[in-house]
T-cell receptor, first 115, second 114 residues
Framework: DTGVSQNPRHKITKRGQNVTFRCDPISEHNRLYWYRQTLGQGPEFLTYFQNEAQLEKSRLLSDRFSAERPKGSFSTLEIQRTEQGDSAMYLC?????????????FGPGTRLTVL | DQQVKQNSPSLSVQEGRISILNCDYTNSMFDYFLWYKKYPAEGPTFLISISSIKDKNEDGRFTVFLNKSAKHLSLHIVPSQPGDSAVYFC?????????????FGKGTKLTVNP
């Protein structure tokens, strides 16, 4: 399977704990995106990388959130001091931008529950 | 500020008939539009896209129409099949403006009845 993979698929944590999620993009894709989806909403953009450079961040990405893509391959998203409002599905996507056609391919997501 | 709107939370159609899902947008900088399908507990799956220089794009049973003057697009599925039952998201990006993020609507849940 050469699609986008995410681990873990589910994470339950207590408020105040730190969590880290991993995303492995499609191997030839140089762009990697993180989105967050809550119940009844569409995915909301958090941040994206071109290779290892983080090029855009949403204001949704508070100081407690940090994302890295150290070697331009996999990426990690860390949430420090989790809050109940952080409970959501965290989605990763990747793309190989050709001209203006930015078709992003999503992984299965990591569902975070903060108790 | 909801820049991409899907005003119908749900749609129910009979198998074999046409499904039409609608999407409106407010940002005139959007120049690329996509439709995604999502099953429960899975990530969104890319279906079809259209550039703002076109008004129609077709791929098998799926056709997307874009009306730039009305800032409206629609996805037609013909014929509809029970396996098409899912939540459909409309998304847009302003790639010429240098932003690669996708802005999504809230989705429309399609149910195709056998």
């Amino acid at each position: 399977d050469t699609g986008v993979s995410q681990n873990p698929r589910h994470k339950i944590t207590k408020r105040g704990q730190n969590v880290t999620f991993r995303c492995d993009p499609i191997s030839e894709h140089n762009r990697l995106y993180w989105y967050r989806q809550t119940l009844g909403q569409g995915p909301e953009f958090l941040t994206y990388f071109q290779n290892e450079a983080q090029l855009e961040k949403s204001r949704l990405l508070s100081d407690r959130f940090s994302a890295e893509r150290p070697k331009g391959s996999f990426s990690t998203l860390e949430i420090q001091r989790t809050e109940q409002g952080d409970s959501a599905m965290y989605l990763c996507a990747s793309s190989w931008l050709a001209g203006t056609y930015n078709e992003q391919f999503f992984g299965p997501g990591t569902r975070l529950t903060v108790l | 500020d909801q820049q991409v709107k899907q005003n119908s939370p749900s749609l129910s159609v009979q198998e074999g008939r046409i499904s039409i899902l609608n999407c409106d947008y407010t940002n005139s900088m959007f120049d690329y539009f996509l439709w995604y399908k999502k099953y429960p507990a899975e990530g969104p799956t890319f279906l079809i896209s259209i550039s703002s220089i076109k008004d129609k794009n077709e791929d098998g049973r799926f056709t997307v129409f874009l009306n730039k003057s009305a800032k409206h697009l629609s996805l037609h599925i013909v014929p509809s099949q029970p396996g098409d039952s899912a939540v459909y998201f409309c998304a847009a990006s302003a790639t010429q403006g240098g932003s690669e993020k996708l802005v999504f609507g809230k989705g429309t849940k399609l149910t195709v009845n056998p």
